[in-house]
């Protein structure tokens, strides 16, 4: 089951701060973040494990709250360079396999002057 | 440098001529995957690779082969393509298949199919 990501799209503009968040209906793992910028390649933002775990990247970080089956990615005083489609994947076993890792659709984050 | 190649990068061609795309890594990962990219659908995971000779389905697997004879190259293959197999279609590689390690994806391949 692909994860739902909210919201699909967000405008920002230069110093704002913005949650995306991953929701799943199954026990999750791990949780990873991906920025795509518009005809590149996925990147990858960081990996969070089941724990609770936080992790940051810069100015972006990321929570992981493996009973709510939820991962939340704050930007925060966003630059120009944020922006992108933002992917979530999730395992979808849970167990650590990493063989059904599955995306969801996507967050559009456009961050204006 | 570590690196995902795939090729092409770009590819027009007509139904039911069969076609490759390869995809080479250089980092000795043992875990491979292909997606497919579609507006408004995500990444949808194709096939992946475990190690080499071991390979399984992704979510759409329909109309697609793979194989992983060498640790480094997992091709895909497309025997007789359709037109909704126009697609953007990425490769990629993590060190392992357990969910802790980060997957490298390719540029990409732009496949379309008249």
């Known amino acids: 089951q692909q994860p739902v990501q909210s919201p699909q799209a967000v405008i920002l503009r230069e110093g704002e701060d913005a949650v995306i968040n991953c929701s799943s209906s199954k026990a999750l793992y791990s949780v990873h973040w991906y920025r795509q910028k518009h005809g590149e390649a996925p990147v990858f933002l960081m990996i969070l494990l089941n724990g609770g775990e936080q992790k940051g990247h810069e100015k972006i970080s990321a929570s992981f709250n493996e009973k709510k089956q939820q991962s939340s990615l704050y930007l925060t005083a966003s630059q120009l360079s944020y922006s992108g489609t933002y992917f979530c994947?999730?395992?979808?076993?849970?167990?650590?396999?990493?063989?059904?890792?599955?995306f969801g659709k996507g967050t559009k984050l456009s961050v204006k002057p | 440098e570590a690196q995902v190649t795939q090729n092409p990068r770009y590819l027009i061609t007509v139904t039911g001529k069969k076609l490759t795309v390869t995809c080479s890594q250089n980092m000795n990962h043992e875990y491979m995957s292909w997606y497919r990219q579609d507006p408004g659908l995500g990444l949808r995971q194709i096939y992946y690779s475990m190690n080499v000779e071991v390979t399984d389905k992704g979510d759409v697997p329909e109309g697609y082969k793979v194989s992983r004879k060498e640790k480094r190259n997992f091709p895909l293959i497309l025997e007789s393509p359709s037109p909704n197999q126009t697609s953007l279609y990425f490769c990629?590689?993590?060190?392992?298949?357990?969910?802790?390690?980060?997957?490298?994806f390719g540029d990409g391949t732009r496949l379309s199919i008249l």
């Open positions: 990629a590689s993590s060190l392992g298949g357990e969910g802790n390690q980060p997957q490298h």
């Open positions: 994947g999730t395992g979808r076993n849970y167990g650590g396999s990493q063989g059904n890792l599955i």
